[in-house]
C-alpha cells in the first residue's frame, strides 16, 4: 500500500463548478499537510498548507484535513480555465532529523470554459 | 520570499554522457536542499537532500550524486547517463513547507 493515494484523473469539469480533490494516506506519523499546483512543464507551486485537522480557507482555496480517517481534500469554488493543472497533495513528517515530505501522484484538472 | 533557479531549463544527452545540473536559491539562508525527479505519470522521487554544505544524503541508490559546495548552491552530476535518468528534475528549498525551482527536462537518447 502506498503511504499517500491520490487519483490521477484526469477530472474535466465545467467553468464555474466546485471542484472537490482528494488524496488518502496511511502513515499516522504525518504532521502537516500541503496542496501544490503545477502547470504542464512547469515547476509545483505551492497552494496551501497545514498542520492541523479542519478547513484553511484562502481565496477560492479551501484545504480540509481529517486526521481521523487520514484524508485530506483541496475545494475550488468558482473554477476557471486558469485552475487547469495537476493538483499534488504532500504530507510531511520529521524523519531522522529532518522533514521529510511524500507526494501523490498528483490529480488532471482541465476546466472547460 | 525566496527564489530557487535551475539551469539548463532543458536538455538533451547521448547514453554515457556526463551530467551537471545547477540550482541556485535567492532570499533565505542555510535552506534544506532537495533534489526530486519526476517521471511521466509518476510522482515526485527524493533524489538527495541536504541540510548544510558538504552534507549530502540520498534516499535512492542510482548512477546520480549530488554535492553543495555553497550554502544555497546544489548541483546533480552523473559521470555515465543511462536512458532511465531521462526526467523532469525538481530543486526544491525549505523545512516544512518546500518550494520549487522552474525544473529541467532531461532527455537521455
Known amino acids: 500500500q502506498k503511504e499517500v493515494e491520490q487519483d490521477p484523473g484526469p477530472l474535466s469539469v465545467p467553468e464555474g463548478a466546485i471542484v472537490s480533490l482528494n488524496c488518502t494516506y496511511s502513515n499516522s506519523a504525518f504532521q502537516y499537510f500541503m ?9 509545483p507551486e505551492l497552494l496551501m498548507y497545514t498542520y492541523s485537522s479542519g478547513n484553511k480557507e484562502d481565496g477560492r482555496f479551501t484545504a480540509q484535513v481529517d486526521k481521523s480517517s487520514k484524508y485530506i ?5 468558482d473554477s476557471q480555465p486558469s485552475d487547469s493543472a495537476t493538483y499534488l ?6 524523519s531522522g532529523g529532518y522533514q521529510k515530505v511524500t507526494f501523490g501522484i498528483g490529480t488532471k484538472l482541465q476546466v472547460i470554459p | 520570499s525566496q527564489t530557487i533557479h535551475q539551469w539548463p531549463a532543458t536538455l538533451v544527452q547521448p547514453v554515457g554522457s556526463p551530467l551537471s545540473l545547477e540550482c541556485t536559491v535567492e532570499g533565505t ?39 553543495r559546495p ?5 548541483i546533480l552530476s552523473s559521470k555515465k547517463l543511462l536512458l532511465s535518468d531521462s526526467g523532469f528534475y525538481l530543486c526544491a528549498a525549505g523545512v516544512t513547507e518546500q518550494f520549487f525551482g522552474p525544473g529541467t527536462r532531461l532527455t537521455v537518447l
Do not use: H, T
Open chain 1, 35 to 43: 496542496w501544490y499546483r503545477q502547470y504542464s512543464r512547469k515547476g
Open chain 1, 73 to 77: 481534500s483541496l475545494f475550488i469554488r
Open chain 1, 89 to 94: 497533495c504532500a504530507m510531511g513528517a520529521n
Open chain 2, 70 to 74: 555553497q550554502d544555497r548552491q546544489f
Open chain 2, 29 to 67: 539562508s542555510n535552506p534544506n536542499l532537495y533534489w526530486y525527479r519526476q517521471a511521466a505519470g509518476r510522482g515526485l522521487q527524493l533524489l538527495f537532500y541536504s541540510v548544510g554544505i558538504g552534507q549530502i544524503s540520498s534516499e535512492v541508490p542510482q548512477n546520480l550524486s549530488a554535492s
